[in-house]
């Protein structure tokens, strides 16, 4: 009961020190917060809590030597701005994962400025449709990055928080090794996993378990209870991962559709082609072939000159 009321405390002063660093007035936040009987799941009952989540997919646990790990960090990467939302998607489904293995802590979503420009910011409805519910989400967007890092390792080591998202967008200076080595640390003490969102960036060293290059595939058609699927129907959104860190010699492709009514992952019905590593062809050749009435080329421009201000 004592580790429930503690832990209740953290989320509290977790909460009020994301509202100085947005610049908001810090609101009477002890009411709003649930009681440590709610917090008092199966989860947190057991002294043994466990390191590694598997995706039920043995072919895939096999893979991830058990499962993601659950006092680590696994990345998820975009290598283009364009594919935040598979990168966004997939992460919000581990974290509805993680929750409906009986864990009630909230979420805390650690937001950059940048990739809300870019790509958008978390919505209560879109949040439902990847089986998570807004009142157990936090979002937090601090205004540098210095910021955000020192509020994700706040939030591993509160221990209050059923998973944290950190996204930042490429490669930035002043985020390697040594800080992605610091967050490992504070995930593996306080046994919290850490989801790093990494938006429009290129592979890089790190301390993370597994890395995930995550690319949009499209969905199949619902599925009607004879088996046979709906005609012009979207179904379950569906992932093209490439398993690019891991124990494994070689990249592992495949696609990984998300119920988010029964939560739970399964193999697309094409994972067949995904399942080989991605190797060029031998010979490709031209797609298209060029095009014999093609416009002329443009005319050189001519020089330009610096004419000065009329005001």
Known sequence: ??????????????????????????????????????????????????????????????????????????????????????????????????????????????????????????????????????????????????DALWLAEAALASGALAATIFEIPGNPKHFGLTESRRLSLRAKASGSPLFLLRHGGEEEAGSACFRFLTEPAPALGRRLPDGSMLGGSIGHPVFALTLEKSRNPAPFSFLLEWNPHDRQFSLGDRAAEHTAPRQPKTNPGARFAASSDRPDRKEIMGSVLAYDRAS
């Open 1 to 146: 009961m004592a580790n429930q009321a503690a832990a209740q405390e953290r989320l509290v002063a977790l909460r009020e020190q994301i509202a100085r660093l947005e610049g908001k007035t810090v609101p009477a936040l002890g009411a709003a917060l649930p009681s440590a009987a709610e917090f008092r799941t199966e989860w947190q009952r057991d002294d043994t809590r466990q390191t590694r989540l598997p995706l039920d997919i043995p072919r895939i646990d096999a893979l991830l030597e058990g499962g993601l790990p659950l006092d680590g960090i696994t990345e998820i990467r975009s290598s283009r701005m364009a594919d935040a939302g598979a990168a966004s998607g997939f992460a919000l489904s581990l974290a509805a994962y993680i929750k409906s293995r009986g864990n009630a802590a909230p979420v805390l979503w650690v937001g950059d400025v940048v990739c809300a420009m870019e790509a958008g910011l978390p919505y209560g409805a879109g949040l439902k449709q990847f089986g998570l519910q807004p009142e157990d989400f936090l979002y937090a967007s601090p205004r540098k990055l210095a």
